[in-house]
């Protein structure tokens, strides 16, 4: 049975504060489960995620600018590049793309066995952010499959267009709130129905989707649904939660942004024709 931890262990955090002595200060106050280290050009962090103990490393974007969409579109390509190393766009680590990986060390471990597997970790998770260049040929290359604007098409069942415009009202009574915890609640419980009826498929590929052009570069305060027909609204569904893997803001923007409102509230109208 693997070992679960609820706190990192005395000699982990011994090792890693000798091996990166110059601590940044985190939003997150609990030492108990998290240490963040300055190494200047990245940031690399001890944390108990799940259970496990984690190691991380932070880099900035290769990008000076880019949009939410194409952040996701790119952090998934970095991440089929080195698919052994969990990646993703995470802020708060002080440099956002963050990769992470498992120490893999049993609690009882010596300093000098969890030195070690940092020192071994370290070195892995620094080869996989060295493929962001590479990564970003996704976005900076031209070619006509990078520029196709045509919808996949999906089959949605009467019952799954129901659940989706069951939560129109509230998700439109969360955002009149301005109540944020409200309107998190309210995602969270579409979110977990979204699986339970398969309108979530995401062990398919889906981020590819945020090219398109209706969904405005995931700056999604400016998407007009009027015309999206129920294989749209699902399709969009599919994109941000996929992509919010890869850019974990993805949810958050369609929560504030209203855009799960309006799907929604566009689900109940096919609903109603």
Known sequence: MNESFDYLPAPAIQAFTQLYPV???SQRHDKHNLRLADLDQATT????????VVLR??????????SP????????RLSELCPEVGVA???GYGHPIVATLNLGVPADASVDVWTAAIQSISARLEEALDKQDEAALVIT????????????EVEVSPEQLSLIASYA???AAASQTGELQQLWGVEEDFHRYLRRLSVLKLEQSWVHCLRLDELRSGFFDGI????????????????IYHGNHYNTTLINRACRSGLLTKITARARELVKE
């Open 89 to 91: 766009y995470l802020p």
């Open 141 to 152: 290359e031209d070619s006509p499959t990078r520029r196709t604007n045509e919808w996949p």
């Open 45 to 52: 962090a001890l944390e108990v995620l799940s259970g496990e």
């Open 57 to 66: 490393l932070g880099r900035d974007c290769p990008f000076g600018e880019i």
């Open 224 to 239: 007009f649904l009027e015309r999206f027909t129920a294989s749209q609204l699902v399709v969009t569904l599919n994109a």
């Open 69 to 76: 969409a194409y952040l996701a579109i790119f952090v998934h």
């Open 169 to 171: 009202d509230g998700f």
């Open 23 to 25: 601590e940044r200060a």
